[in-house]
């Protein structure tokens, strides 16, 4: 039994370690949706927003926890070396001293002090919950910044597969002309020229290839960055740029232009509320403040040694603080006026900013519009650019068309399908811009 176990347990560390390589070095195949939910939730900007607003929230707990009572609990030991010296005059032109006071004087005893009235500090509360806004929406802003990049690098590993596809697809053409003519030159009826001409015709495809490869790998990386993954993971996108062509004309039709959800608007409102804030908080400096405090305490004197002859007697008391400051020199004032100037300066800031987003807005629209027509049209192409090609096939066959003629209709095929690929790319790029500038992803709410 004590060897069974063991060749069990062996078994299952040897399985648990080829599932341990299988992960990292294992294909993993993701959507364009499983990619966005795998970089909001791992993406270590992200963090460290969710890190910043809870930050903030505790800073908020802070000065909230001014309002609440501060109890103070202390204690002081005392040795008088020499104990103080009062004279009375006895009236007959003498005076006598009195010696005041014991060797050991203990105090102890708590205090507390409650704030009362204090319009400053209800102000800075205040304050400090447009700070939490402002921190949530930068958050939301990088969460959407972060889904504009993970969608552009994404289409951008599309549009380099399916180049990559499309040439490959040509270079595999045209090694099958090289065939057609090394055994048409073996027979005779081909010239080497002919030959040497069909290999030049694949040799010049290839570093296209190796360049759509490498740029595959490097957006590959891009994407594994951005989504926070082992860069030893491989990724393979489930999607095609023809995956996405389906839905994109409902998808314009029901597009909102509206800035109202636009992440820097919105910050600029939350900066301009802050800095209102900021005035009433110097203005409230103007106001008394009012609280409360209150002591207990105990007494005690003796002489000789400090840890005998203990007499402890208890005090208590409690009153009202009134604080009114009058005078400090107009630096309120001027701090008043500061904060005033930037909140004008931020309210024009704004009105700049909402006429340079509405240009942004009409350009994507502009665009999306122009790839829209692009896709239509090069959509076409492909199809007259497919029908050539064929045409021109059956030509060579019988011997009606020449291979410089076979050539161009076969390079004005991949033309026309990298252009196709290209406008879909365009179309989504702009799509995604324009929802970074509206900032009404769903992802980033």
Avoid at 128 to 133: D, F, P, V
Avoid at 378 to 391: H, P
Wanted: hydrophobic share 40%.
């Amino acid at each position: 039994m004590r060897r069974f176990t063991l060749i069990a347990t062996a078994i299952a560390a040897l399985t648990v370690t080829m599932h341990a390589q299988d992960y990292y070095t294992g294909m993993l195949r993701l959507s364009l949706d499983d990619c966005l939910r795998v970089a909001l939730n791992d993406n270590p900007t992200v963090k460290v927003d969710s890190m910043e607003i809870e930050r903030v929230n505790y800073a908020l707990k802070e000065v909230k926890g001014q309002l609440l009572p501060e109890v103070t609990a202390s204690g002081q030991y005392t040795r008088n070396l020499a104990l103080q010296t009062m004279y009375m005059d006895t009236g007959d032109g003498n005076s006598v001293g009195i010696k005041m006071g014991r060797d050991n004087t203990y105090t102890a005893g708590f205090s507390a002090t409650l704030p009362l009235v204090v319009p400053q500090l209800w102000r800075t509360i205040k304050l400090n919950e447009n700070q939490i806004l402002q921190n949530i929406e930068a958050a939301r802003a990088n969460k959407i910044s972060l889904v504009n990049q993970v969608k552009n690098t994404y289409y951008a590993m599309l549009l380099a597969a399916d180049s990559r596809r499309v040439i490959e697809q040509n270079h595999a053409t045209a090694l099958e002309h090289a065939a057609i003519y090394k055994k048409q030159h073996e027979l005779g009826t081909a010239s080497e020229y002919d030959v040497l001409r069909a290999n030049v015709a694949v040799t010049n495809l290839e570093p296209s290839i190796l360049e759509a490869e490498n740029t595959e790998r490097l957006l590959e990386l891009q994407l594994k960055v951005l989504m926070g993954m082992d860069s030893r993971i491989d990724i393979e996108p489930t999607q095609t740029l023809d995956d996405f062509k389906a839905s994109m004309y409902d998808r314009t039709l029901s597009t909102d232009t509206s800035l109202v959800n636009n992440t820097t608007l919105k910050t600029l409102d939350l900066q301009t509320d802050y800095l209102n804030k900021v005035v009433a908080v110097q203005k409230a400096a103007w106001l008394p403040t009012v609280s409360a405090n209150g002591n207990l305490m105990w007494h005690s004197m003796g002489n000789g040694n400090p840890l005998d002859n203990f007499m402890w007697n208890r005090s208590s008391s409690i009153g009202l603080t009134i604080a009114w400051p009058v005078f400090q020199g107009f630096r309120r004032n001027n701090r008043i006026k500061q904060a005033e100037i930037q909140a004008r300066e931020m309210t024009w800031q704004r009105e700049n900013t909402e006429r340079s987003l509405h240009m942004q807005v009409q350009s994507q629209v502009d665009n999306i519009h122009k790839s829209i027509k692009q896709v239509e049209s090069n959509a076409g192409g492909v199809a007259q650019a497919q029908k050539a090609s064929d045409i021109m096939q059956q030509s060579f066959k019988v011997g009606a068309a020449s291979f410089i003629q076979l050539r161009d209709t076969d390079d004005a095929l991949m033309n026309a399908r990298l252009s196709y690929y290209q406008a879909i790319y365009n179309y989504l790029v702009a799509e995604s811009d324009l929802e970074k500038v509206l900032g009404n992803s769903p992802y980033a709410n």
